[in-house]
Nanobody, 116 residues
């Protein structure tokens, strides 16, 4: 069964950057549409970006021009490059796929904190 593990979060100052990773085990991530979501305390989880198996991408309006989603099938990993971070970007970031016969598969998340 496919499992997802996020990493790369941390504490950054406003304007800083991070590269978040979503690594898969148990299956090839390349066949899936992979999405990044985030959830801040007291708020609903929201969609940030999506990449298809053909590497077509889509972004939420609030991250366009600042975040970039990409995939490296050889490493079985999807990345989210987050630049020009704002305090309101602070959240736990999750990756997700929809696996046939299983449904949504989520990782445990990686914390991004934006503070001076």
């Amino acid at each position: 069964q496919v499992q997802l593990v996020e990493s790369g979060g941390g504490l950054v100052q406003p304007g800083g950057s991070l590269r978040l990773s979503c690594a898969a085990s148990g299956s090839s991530l390349g066949i899936y549409v992979v999405s990044w979501y985030r959830q801040a305390p007291g708020k609903q989880r929201e969609l940030v970006a999506t990449i298809t198996s053909g590497s077509r991408t889509n972004y939420a309006d609030f991250v366009k021009g600042r975040f970039t989603i990409s995939r490296d099938n050889a490493k079985n990993t999807v990345y989210l490059q987050v630049n020009s971070l704002k305090p309101e970007d602070a959240a736990v970031y999750y990756c997700k796929i929809v696996a046939g016969g299983v449904g949504n598969v989520w990782g445990r998340g990686t914390q991004v904190t934006v503070s001076s």
